[in-house]
């Protein structure tokens, strides 16, 4: 059997400070035409779509920051964007920051069907970085301070044909995310990012931000059966350099299709979802050959404990 689903990853070079939001959508319009030439259904964009990676910056009333936030999507400024999608029949995954009615801060993603209707809404799990101003960084990255950790955990949504899933940035690195949505039939991971070349805590993993990344989103993607959509915004914004090499990934683990440039750039590849069930039913045969009985420390114990 083949279950065809066409992705595009439509990667987005840098956003700096004084682009509008108007301008920006111009360029996911861009984007978004490119993917339907070359007949996708699905275009996927990066984390924090719309504006410059703010929590590079920090001020000392968040409120300040209130204008990098969506109070409402669609708005005003993204709905030509939702307008497009409908009239060239596309659907699409849109990263944002998101400041709700009652005051929460959420790093935000959503899925657009192709009639336009939001299907799903995912808030980011793991928020890495600094709670607090750190001045001897050359750059903060604060996101603990502008964004909650959202409780909801990762859903997977039937749609587009098949049951999808999503997750942001920094959620890529941790297997339990995965894992949550192998356990609910995951067949594509749609995951947007903003990755910062220079690693404060321990440049001596600077050089090998490309093979991390590779590495967590294949061993995701085949670990669990799934197609994974891992997709950046890359390129020198504000002076900080970000990890472009946006992909997709079969559940074999294999790279179907990567971005050669860390500009605007729409990759896509023909995904047959029935792909899935050559891992789920065989070597990642759940049901058959996991042992949840002995996993107990992975849901009672966050850190490490030394005996
Ligand atoms: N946006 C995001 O989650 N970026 C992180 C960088 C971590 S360094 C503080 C990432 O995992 O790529």
Same mark, same amino acid.
């Given at each position: 059997m083949t279950r065809n689903l066409h992705v595009a990853a439509a990667q987005l070079g840098p956003i700096q400070k004084t682009d509008d939001r108007k301008a920006v959508v111009i360029r996911l319009i861009n984007l978004l035409r490119d993917a339907h030439s070359k007949k996708a259904e699905l275009v996927v964009f990066p984390e924090l779509a719309l504006t410059t990676f703010f929590p590079r910056w920090f001020v000392d009333d968040i409120s %300040?920051?209130?204008?990098?936030? /969506?109070?409402? $999507?669609?708005?005003?400024?993204?709905?030509?964007?939702?307008?497009?999608?409908?009239?060239?029949?596309?659907?699409?995954?849109?990263g944002y920051a998101e400041l709700t009615k009652t005051g929460d801060r959420f790093n935000t993603q959503i899925l657009v069907e192709r009639n336009g209707t939001v299907v799903a809404k995912y808030r980011?799990?793991? !928020?890495?970085?600094? &709670?607090?101003?750190?001045? @001897?960084?050359?750059?903060?990255?604060? /996101? #603990?301070?502008?964004?909650?950790?959202?409780?909801? =955990?990762?859903?997977?949504?039937?749609?587009?044909?098949? #049951?999808? =899933? $999503?997750? !942001?940035?920094? @959620? #890529?690195?941790?297997? /339990? *995310?995965?894992?949550? $949505?192998g356990l609910q039939g995951v067949e594509m991971i749609l995951c947007g990012y903003n990755t910062p070349l220079h690693y404060v805590? @321990?440049?001596?993993?600077?050089?090998? %931000?490309?093979?991390?990344?590779?590495?967590? $989103?294949?061993?995701?993607?085949?670990?669990? =059966?799934?197609?994974?959509?891992?997709?950046?915004? =890359?390129?020198?914004? /504000?002076?900080? @350099?970000?990890? *472009?090499?946006?992909? !997709? !990934?079969?559940?074999?683990? &294999?790279?179907?299709?990567k971005t050669a440039g860390n500009g605007d750039e729409v990759v896509s590849a023909m995904c047959d979802l029935d792909?899935?069930?050559?891992?789920?039913?065989?070597?990642?045969?759940?049901?058959?050959?996991?042992?949840? &009985?002995?996993?107990? #420390?992975?849901?009672? %114990?966050?850190?490490?404990?030394?005996?």
């Open positions: %300040q920051a209130d204008h990098w936030y /969506e109070t409402q $999507m669609p708005s005003k400024v993204t709905q030509p964007l939702f307008d497009e999608a409908k009239k060239l029949n596309i659907g699409f995954c849109l980011k799990v793991h !928020i890495p970085g600094h &709670e607090h101003h750190e001045p @001897d960084r050359p750059f903060q990255h604060a /996101e #603990r301070y502008y964004f909650k950790p959202s409780d909801d =955990g990762f859903g997977v949504w039937k749609a587009f044909g098949g #049951r999808i =899933g $999503m997750m !942001i940035c920094n @959620d #890529r690195r941790w297997p /339990e *995310a995965y894992r949550v $949505m805590p @321990d440049p001596s993993q600077d050089a090998l %931000q490309g093979f991390h990344n590779a590495l967590v $989103m294949q061993s995701g993607a085949y670990q669990n =059966g799934t197609f994974v959509v891992g997709v950046a915004k =890359g390129g020198v914004e /504000e002076g900080v @350099d970000s990890l *472009a090499d946006s992909c !997709i !990934i079969a559940p074999s683990g &294999e790279i179907l299709a792909w899935c069930n050559n891992y789920k039913n065989t070597l990642f045969d759940f049901n058959r050959y996991r042992r949840p &009985e002995v996993y107990g #420390r992975i849901t009672s %114990q966050r850190g490490s404990i030394l005996e």
